[in-house]
């Protein structure tokens, strides 16, 4: 609350120190606005510095990097000296404005390993926005049952992803009779549950089991793969007849076919 409270009153004030590239302007500026002498000064240009790396202004960045830097020194001088931070503007900058080369290379090293710290934060926070897009991307074109149509099919056999890429439904059921019927059902469902693969309402890709008589129908084109994995599970002569028998229904409609799509 206070940083909030503080930005709104001191941003402009907050960038114009941050833009000064000589000590005497500096020093002159701050003894104006000894309110800026504060840690939610340093916070705000330490922030800044962070969204100009991901702005990819660097030159920009390290410019104030060095203003805040400056204003650290002057909050940490303030307490080693346990006095007010106002108070320490004037001794900090007649002592870098003199400062020996153990100071000066202290300062530097400092400063360095801001920029530094500024770049790996920059870094990370577009890494999570890369993320956090992708995220929504992939939300956005989840299939019905909730998978991701590209995870999916780069699952898939490479003979499945001919099918799909191609968009041929002819190709899609022979593929799926060469298949072991329990590989095949896994990828069909994931499918369908990406939305790659869209059944009609009266016609699957497979015969129905008892758990699941109600999944997939047991009207199927009699040239339709099911056809074909069904006399592979040893249907022969009783399932035939089966078969046959449905054929043979008043009540029996002709499937509709499907449709196959590529998100």
Known sequence: EMQRT?????EKLCKKFGMFKKHDDSMQFLMEHPELVCDECANYLAIWCINLQVEEKTNLMEQVAHQT???QYILELAKSLEADPRA???PFFSRIKTADKQYTDAFNDELESFKTRVRGRAEARIERAMKEAEEEERQK???PGGLDPVEVFESLPQVLKDCFEKQDIPMLQKAITELPEDEARHHIDRCIKAGLWVPSDDTKMFPPTETEEHRFPTKVPEENSDTV???RRGANDIGVESEHEEDNSPDREEPQGSQCRIQ
């Open 6 to 10: 503080f930005v709104e009153k001191n």
């Open 69 to 71: 830097i400056i204003m």
């Open 88 to 90: 320490c503007v004037k």
């Open 141 to 143: 074109r989840l299939g």
């Open 229 to 231: 994995l069904r006399q």
